[in-house]
């Protein structure tokens, strides 16, 4: 059974930092690319960051760029979001997801973590 568990959310003041860890399962994981997305209340989901197969290539959103970094460890079958200088607009359920490599769907998604940044 494929399964992505993130974890590290929790409440934090503007400007500090939190890493998101998702645990992958149930399939290969050095087969895929892998995602952060984010949602907020009333609002779309929304891309974040993502990281292809080999760590040799990430993409960010514009609105994280220079705050986030998105890594992976597959020896782990761990995907990670480090996240600096948050802003309460960074206030979210982060949820990672997967896509098999060659393709631009996202196959699997995990349940998602709570972000909440004060001011």
């Known amino acids: 059974q494929v399964q992505l568990v993130e974890s590290g959310g929790g409440l934090v003041q503007a400007g500090g930092s939190l890493r998101l860890s998702c645990a992958a399962s149930?399939?290969?994981?050095?087969?895929?690319?892998m995602g952060w997305f984010r949602q907020a209340p009333g609002k779309e989901r929304e891309f974040v960051a993502a990281?292809?197969?080999?760590?040799?290539?990430?993409y960010y959103a514009n609105s994280v760029k220079g705050r986030f970094t998105i890594s992976r460890d597959n020896a782990k079958n761990t995907l990670y979001l480090q996240m600096n200088g948050l802003r309460p607009e960074d206030t979210a359920v982060y949820y990672c997801?997967?896509?098999?490599?060659?393709?631009?769907?996202?196959?699997?998604w995990g349940q998602g973590t709570q972000v909440t940044v004060s001011s």
């Open positions: 997801a997967a896509s098999f490599y060659g393709t631009q769907e996202y196959d699997y």
């Open positions: 149930g399939y290969t994981f050095s087969s895929y690319d």
């Open positions: 990281i292809d197969w080999r760590s040799v290539t990430t």
